[in-house]
């Protein structure tokens, strides 16, 4: 059973980082495009950020610029590096894998001053 487990969000102030983690169980991250969605207060959840299996990767045009994903593969493990946050970039964000695997529970950002 795949479980993903994200972690890393809080409160920062506009301009502030954020650095999210994204651990899973039951799959293996190198193997498949791994992705970062977000819920913003109601909206619809949308993808923010992808990396495929040979590294390339793929942004939003909303984040392009101050948000990097990467992968970890000895830790299997995937971040999202989130530079000179904006209020607009408050959301719950969610890791996931392309086919979609069951939700994890999110970890909330908001960005506020």
């Known amino acids: 059973q795949v479980q993903l487990v994200e972690s890393g969000g809080g409160l920062v102030h506009p301009g502030g980082s954020l650095r999210l983690s994204c651990a899973a169980s039951g799959i293996i991250f190198s193997r498949l495009p791994d992705r970062w969605y977000r819920q913003a207060p109601g909206k619809q959840r949308e993808l923010v950020a992808e990396i495929t299996r040979d590294g390339t990767t793929y942004y939003i045009d909303a984040v392009k610029g101050r948000f990097t994903i990467s992968r970890d593969n000895a830790e299997n493990t995937v971040y999202l590096q989130m530079n000179s946050l904006k209020p607009e970039d408050t959301a719950v964000y969610y890791c996931?894998?392309?086919?979609?695997?069951?939700w994890g529970q999110g970890t909330p950002v908001t960005v506020s001053s």
């Open positions: 996931n894998v392309q086919p979609l695997r069951d």
